[in-house]
């Protein structure tokens, strides 16, 4: 499986950004997938997971501001992220769990940088 995403960019303090992340090499989208991000001198740290289901979670530090989404017809991943905050800086990774239990993701994308100035 291959994951790319793509979307980052550099923004203003609220405003919005969506990222993309296209899967391919697998056959199925009943996975779960999910958005990670890290920061220049912190651990990665989950942003917001989607199982197959449909069932979303998000970290407290970002719920009500993000969404993430999927179409399972071209098997994207989105992350909606609107009033966004300095502290939302870093690399955006996508990841996937074949599994579909969004507790062990062993496929991963490059990521994508988001940059949120004040």
């Known amino acids: 499986m291959r994951l790319v995403e793509s979307g980052g960019g550099s923004v203003q303090t609220g405003e919005s950004l969506r990222l993309s992340c296209t899967a391919s090499?697998?056959?199925?989208?009943?996975?779960?997938m999910g958005w990670f991000r890290q920061a220049p001198g912190k651990e990665r740290e989950g942003v917001a997971s989607?199982?197959?289901?449909?069932?979303?979670s998000y970290a407290d530090s970002v719920r009500g501001r993000f969404t993430i989404s999927k179409d399972n017809a071209k098997n994207v991943l989105y992350l909606q992220m609107n009033s966004l905050k300095p502290e939302d800086t870093a690399m955006y990774y996508c990841?996937?769990?074949?599994?579909?239990?969004?507790?062990?993701?062993?496929?991963w994308g490059q990521g994508t940088q988001v940059t949120v100035s004040s």
């Open positions: 090499g697998y056959t199925h989208s009943n996975f779960c």
């Open positions: 989607r199982d197959a289901d449909g069932s979303a």
């Open positions: 990841a996937a769990d074949l599994q579909d239990r969004c507790t062990d993701f062993n496929y």
